[in-house]
């Protein structure tokens, strides 16, 4: 049996792939974008001012959208999507080693934000029972007499306060979601850790007299240990361009420095080695440069408050990851197949708290790989894990074997790119291989 109606707070990638996850099981779902309606596929919405810079779905996500959407990769591919082997095409130096390459059977698609968030967005056009809705500005949730559920959102829209009535609402709105102020205020506290990194992204479009010969996508990662804090990458998009991006960690890339070409160009060749700045050296580039600030990345802990029946958040509203990684859109999409899997199995929305602790779950892993490397910078600030100085450790030997050793390097792979936990880096084998005497 169908319920009514579910309400998506948000119309991002994370909105989008639940609205669609979820469609089978409502008989209608409401996208709510506070956003105006963009000029063409190709307007970067003001919501999204990471849009700019490269986006490359992790194997988890492809995995997920394939799901969502069957003929996603063959769709991208022939919309100007790039596939590439994901060992072979990718040139990465890592903590001052190059990773290993070889053929695989492991694909990645290169592309712009705009390409494959305009292609999610013609795939769930189709889906009958979604609206999507522009201009509309969600202010609060509306609650049952008794204050035990949520039954709707309060919004602003043509300067009238409206009511929208949902079974569901599913706030995915990003770092400005209002619903943790919205709960403290109606006494349920919500823990947030938040550790403090001073990112810097700076991208552009470079247009190059001929692609690289020997890579697709390289990376040039800085190295911690050595007092570095400037990374960059080339990957190849549509059209027979790149994007050029370089992220500077501890408030240690000024955007000012880079705001035209001649600084841009100028600051890749400080980068621990001259790959890049070589590579753009006869390229041209007319845009602008894009400037993304990430101050802090932040998981909010809703799994550990008691939320009101019919509530549940997601996405960016419920974690901010930091994207030099690439794994915000593949855990919006994994989060989307649990929601979707949870109302498959009929489980009812009076206890929607075991989902909102799947979703914990999902981020938990990610979150600790990502503050593992984070830290590493002296500057960055926040709570540490506990044996973190062991961890960081024993998963940089793992870098360095990754180097040399190929089947630790599958692993890492699969790890990285969310599709095994990460305790298949704890194998004996590997456990042998990282305390063999060097």
């Not at 403090?196 to 390289?218: H, M, Q, S, V």
Request: aromatic share 8%; with cysteine.
């Amino acid at each position: 049996m169908k319920r009514e109606q579910a309400i998506i707070i948000g119309g991002g990638m994370a909105g989008k792939l639940i609205a669609a996850a979820i469609s089978p099981y409502f008989h209608s779902v409401l996208i709510l974008e506070k956003d105006p309606l963009p000029e063409n596929k190709h307007t970067v919405r003001k919501g999204i001012p990471q849009a700019h810079h490269i986006h490359a779905l992790l194997h988890a996500g492809d995995q997920a959208l394939e799901r969502l959407f069957p003929g996603f990769q063959k769709d991208m591919v022939n919309k100007g999507s790039i596939k590439i082997d994901s060992l072979k095409d990718l040139a990465w130096f890592h903590h001052g080693v190059w990773k290993l390459r070889f053929s695989s059977e492991d694909s990645t698609l290169l592309q712009t934000r705009p390409l494959l968030e305009s292609y999610v967005e013609e795939r769930v056009s189709k889906i009958e029972n979604i609206t999507y809705t522009y201009g509309i500005k969600v202010e609060s949730f509306i609650l049952t007499d008794d204050r035990s559920r949520v039954r709707g959102v309060e919004i602003f829209q043509e300067n009238k306060t409206k009511t929208i009535i949902g079974d569901l609402v599913i706030d995915t709105s990003g770092t400005t979601s209002f619903t943790k102020e919205w709960l403290e205020k109606q006494g349920r506290t919500v823990f947030e850790e938040k550790v403090n990194i001073g990112l810097c992204y700076a991208t552009r479009k470079f247009t190059l007299p001929e692609a690289p010969k020997d890579f697709k996508i390289k990376i040039i990662y800085p190295d911690p240990a050595a007092k570095e804090t400037i990374g960059g990458t080339l990957s190849l998009v549509e059209n027979n361009q790149c994007f050029v991006t370089l992220n500077g960690y501890s408030h240690t890339l000024n955007p000012a420095e880079v705001k035209d070409a001649e600084g841009f160009i100028k600051k890749t060749s400080s980068l621990p080695l001259p790959d890049i700045f070589e590579e753009i050296q006869t390229g041209t580039s007319k845009n602008e440069t894009a400037i993304y600030q990430v101050p802090h990345i932040s998981w909010r802990h809703f799994e550990r408050v008691s939320l009101p029946d019919g509530l549940l958040v997601a996405g960016d509203s419920l974690c901010r990851i930091d994207p030099v990684f690439g794994q915000g859109m593949s855990i919006a999409a994994l989060e989307a197949l649990a929601i979707g899997d949870y109302f498959a199995s009929k489980s009812p929305l009076g206890h929607m708290k075991k989902l909102q602790k799947k979703l914990a779950k999902i981020i938990a892993s990610v979150w600790l790989m990502v503050i593992c490397e984070d830290f590493r910078y002296e500057e960055v600030k926040g709570k540490k894990p506990f044996g973190l100085k062991v961890l960081q450790w024993y998963v940089k030997q793992i870098f360095l074997l990754s180097a040399k050793n190929k089947a630790i390097y599958i692993d890492l792979v699969k790890v990285t790119n969310l599709v095994k936990p990460p305790t298949i880096l704890f194998k004996p084998s590997t456990i042998k291989e990282v305390l063999r005497p060097k």
